[in-house]
């Protein structure tokens, strides 16, 4: 099953096709409205105040509620775009953005307004995508969850602790907060720091826990392609603002010593398991059996109100920029459900879904 997302973030619309999707699956579209409800701007002054309902209309593939097996393409119309913002600041380049990079790329033929197609408003149409995907695992009894693992440096509980064992339920539980921790005398720790830095004209950025139950031992390759960590890091730093992807203990190896590194094995109720799962659920780039447990860390969002130094595009001079525009002072609580809609692309793929 392969996805592509098209569209810009001040175009009429933006969307996502959906191919090789199995036929005859009959979609729970209320789950999928939830889902997008979860990512969707504009809820409180945590997050930038455009206000878009992200209702996606599915034009093709879908047939009395059953899936065809022909491409599966929806649409998510933009309602409450100010393309007047970007007018005055299309020839400077933002720093952070990929408004340079782009126009080297596309030769200046790049959307500009609100980042065109890099911008964050497109992780809409790839929550579809995964919402899609994750009713599909759901039949084969795999499950995706993640919750704010830190925010500006406050740290959330990790997913292994002796409180709260990873679940369906907990996953559940997560998915129905406004604020998704574990720890919520933390989340409001986070939010406040997230207040200040609006105050402050800047922004945050934080690190999302990730894991998925279900997934059995076996698969995946060791080689370059086929390798699980290599399927899911695909995926995952197609999301805008991904900048690191550790798998289990992640960065957290390189202080560690084999000793305590390794996850002792054992058999229980007649398959192999452990206690620990050091290593995300993945050895030799296979799946052992263990949730697939991985962490995904999100730059501060990169559009701030404070004056900084750039490149005008038009005269190929210095320049300074300030930022004009609605914007999240942070993107890590909005981006959970997309970092789940990743992981669960990446588990379909890595079951030849």
Not at 290 to 310: C, N, Y
Request: proline letters at 5%; aromatic letters at 6%; charged letters at 20%.
């Amino acid at each position: 099953m392969k996805h592509t997302i098209f569209g810009e973030s001040h175009g009429p619309a933006i969307g996502v096709v959906l191919e090789g999707v199995p036929s005859g699956i009959e979609l729970d579209l209320e789950q999928i409205a939830f889902e997008l409800a979860r990512r969707a701007p504009g809820k409180d002054n945590l997050s930038t105040p455009r206000k878009e309902a992200d209702i996606p209309e599915i034009v093709s593939g879908l047939f009395e509620g059953h899936t065809t097996g022909t491409p599966l393409c929806a649409i998510i119309r933009n309602t409450d775009t100010r393309s007047r913002d970007y007018a005055k600041t299309k020839d400077l380049a933002r720093p952070g953005h990929a408004d340079y990079t782009g126009f080297m790329r596309y030769q200046g033929y790049n959307d500009y307004r609100g980042g065109g197609h890099f911008s964050g408003r497109l992780t809409a149409p790839l929550v579809f995508a995964g919402a899609v995907a994750k009713q599909i695992l759901a039949a084969e009894g795999i499950t995706v969850g993640a919750h704010i693992r830190s925010i500006a440096g406050v740290e959330d509980l990790p997913f292994q602790n002796d409180e709260q064992p990873l679940s369906k339920g907990l996953f559940k539980e997560l998915a129905q907060k406004s604020f998704p921790v574990l720890w919520d005398e933390r989340g409001q720790e986070m939010q406040t720091a997230i207040l200040a830095a609006r105050e402050q004209k800047d922004s945050v950025g934080g690190v999302i826990e990730c894991a998925v139950l279900g997934v059995p031992a076996g698969l995946g390759e060791p080689d370059f392609g086929g390798n699980v960590e290599g399927i899911f890091s695909q995926h995952l730093f197609a999301v805008p603002g991904v900048k690191a992807v550790g798998f289990g203990d992640g960065f957290g190896f390189a202080a560690l010593k084999g000793s305590q590194a390794n996850d002792l094995l054992y058999m229980r109720n007649g398959e192999v398991t452990s206690d620990t799962n050091h290593s995300g659920g993945v050895n030799g780039g296979i799946s052992n059996g263990l949730p697939i447990l991985f962490e995904a860390a999100l730059r501060p969002t990169a559009s701030i109100a404070q004056s900084q130094k750039t490149v005008n595009l038009d005269s190929w001079t210095n320049d300074e920029i300030t930022i004009q525009g609605r914007h999240d002072p942070c993107i890590v609580h909005r981006a959970v459900p997309v970092i789940e809609a990743a992981a669960a692309l990446a588990t379909c793929e890595l079951l030849g879904i």
